[in-house]
């Protein structure tokens, strides 16, 4: 069964990076457009950003200039690289296909707070 494992959250204070992994077991990323999901307390799950198999990237635009998809396709890995995180950045984040998604992972839990 494909299971997806999402990495690197944290507590960080206002200001500060993370960078999140996401890898998979069974499937095959590099074939497919990847993306980055977060769902904060009491809100719906909504799309961050996503790589295509060609590397092309889209942001939501409260993260434009801030986070930072990527993709390592022969380690079948997916990145997020977030700087000058933002109390409001609180959240699970998870990875999935950006379409027709897979089962979900447990995701990540990052929090900004000073």
């Known amino acids: 069964q494909m299971q997806l494992v999402e990495s690197g959250g944290g507590l960080v204070q206002p200001g500060g990076s993370l960078r999140l992994s996401c890898a998979g077991s069974i499937v095959i990323f590099r074939i497919y457009e990847m993306a980055w999901y977060r769902q904060a307390p009491g809100k719906q799950r909504e799309l961050v950003a996503s790589?295509?198999?060609?590397?092309?990237?889209n942001y939501v635009d409260s993260v434009k200039e801030r986070f930072t998809i990527s993709r390592d396709n022969p380690k079948n890995m997916v990145f997020l690289q977030m700087n000058s995180l933002k109390p409001e950045d609180t959240a699970i984040y998870y990875c999935n296909r950006r379409y027709n998604s897979w089962n979900w992972g447990q995701g990540t839990q990052v929090t900004v707070s000073s």
């Open positions: 790589i295509t198999t060609t590397g092309h990237t």
